[in-house]
């Protein structure tokens, strides 16, 4: 048996450090500068600062020295807990951020539940009922629905739900400027902003689980312990979910894992087709401005957030599949694997 051996502990502070590194650097690979933009050289935004002025501040924000040195501050501000001041909005970062991560959590999480959900649920069907009218008819719809960008679906959805039917807002997480008698009423309201974007992000990701599942499922009913458990006489139900389904899960926690970071970058795109006010319309602005400690802290949480999805799954894995060991140093072993890399006992 080939073996192979999962992210280690000592992969994943690599992979963290290259995307530090890469957060600090990608902001500043960027044309011009905060006051550069905000002086109206780009001939779309009215002149705020003169050149004398625009010194001041770049010296002022220590981006007159050397990038070695911004480094350094950087990185240590990080250790403080201090992911930096906004140039645009003039807030802490950590402000900013937390003031729109809850919309874009809301979104993101929702369309994470509906996509595996419905990938599990529909995957499960064409298995079972593989090279039938209905696994066809599946296949097709949900293939074609992945091939979509998310921000074009939403677009379509936006103009037939939206502007034509008239059943969802154009825009925005809540009614400005409404008054409610209760909570419910804003948290309904709150609901009918939300439906457009949540439909978009699952759309855009449920062909995937579906994909995954329905291979998964098809493989496993032809495993012996499923063939035995058929001839022992047990309901179909109870081979289906218990004997079928719960093993072909276990490669769907990478995938959900994966997914998680899908979402939160299809929600960039996703939240300025809808003007949903999360993270996605924040990223905008910040590129827009030149506000480089504002992207790097969304960048930075958009990236922690894909590691420590990843570093979960690799623990579910074990919780999941007692055949599967755990080494400190290599991470999770697959069936008849050691920590040398050569075939063993697991237990």
């Not at 109206?40 to 990038?67: K, M, N």
């Not at 081979?239 to 994966?258: D, E, M, Q």
């Not at 999805?309 to 697959?334: C, E, Q, S």
């Amino acid at each position: 048996m080939r073996h192979a051996r999962v992210r280690s502990a000592k992969a994943y502070m690599m992979t963290a450090a290259v995307l530090l590194i890469l957060n600090f650097a990608l902001p500043r690979w960027m044309p011009g500068d905060a006051f550069l933009i905000l002086s109206g050289e780009d001939q779309s935004i009215a002149v705020s600062f003169s050149e004398q002025q625009r010194q001041h501040y770049l010296a002022y924000y220590g981006l007159d020295r050397p990038l070695a040195h911004q480094f350094f501050q950087y990185v240590s501000g990080l250790a403080r807990g201090d992911l930096g001041r906004s140039y645009h909005y003039r807030e802490p970062v950590v402000d900013v951020i937390l003031s729109r991560l809850p919309w874009t959590l809301f979104v993101g999480s929702a369309a994470f539940v509906l996509s595996i959900g419905f990938g599990i649920a529909l995957g499960s069907i064409s298995a079972w009922r593989r090279g039938e009218t209905v696994d066809r008819v599946l296949y097709f719809v949900l293939v074609a629905s992945g091939q979509i960008p998310g921000f074009l679906s939403g677009l379509l959805l936006l103009m037939l739900f939206a502007v034509t039917l008239g059943w969802f807002p154009l825009s925005g997480a809540a009614t400005p400027f409404r008054e409610w008698s209760g909570a419910a009423g804003r948290y309904l309201d709150i609901l009918h902003h939300a439906a457009l974007p949540v439909l978009t992000l699952a759309l855009a990701r449920t062909g995937n689980t579906y994909m995954l599942v329905r291979s998964s499922l098809a493989s496993v009913l032809t495993r012996d312990y499923v063939i035995t458990a058929r001839a022992k006489g047990l309901r179909s139900r109870r081979v289906r979910y218990v004997h079928a389904l719960r093993n072909a899960l276990l490669p769907l926690i990478t995938r959900a894992a994966l997914q998680l970071g899908g979402l939160l970058g299809g929600a960039v795109l996703v939240e300025n087709v809808f003007a949903y006010p999360g993270l996605g319309l924040l990223l905008q602005d910040a590129v827009l401005y030149r506000d480089y400690p504002l992207l790097q802290g969304i960048l930075l949480f958009m990236s922690a957030a894909v590691l420590l999805a990843n570093f979960a799954a690799d623990r579910l894995y074990v919780r999941l599949d007692p055949r599967i060991t755990m080494d400190r140093t290599t991470g999770p072993l697959v069936p008849g694997t050691t920590a040398a890399g050569k075939e063993g006992t697991y237990e």
